[in-house]
C-alpha cells in the first residue's frame, strides 16, 4: 500500500452472491470495508506473483 491512498477510482464489478457473502462476512468480521479486504487481497496476491 505504497500508492496515496487519496489517489482513488471507482470500479464496478460482478461476483457470485458466495463470494459476495463471503466478501461483506470477513469485511464485517474484520471491521474494513470491502474495498479495502479487495485490496488487501490484490496486495497479497502481487507478492505472490514476483
Known sequence: MDKDMSEKKRLTISLPTHV???LEKRAKEKGMTKSIV???ALEEYK???K
Do not use: E, P, W
Request: hydrophobic share 45%; net charge negative.
Open 20 to 22: 459476495l457473502d463471503d
Open 38 to 40: 479487495i485490496m488487501l
Open 47 to 49: 507478492k505472490g506473483q
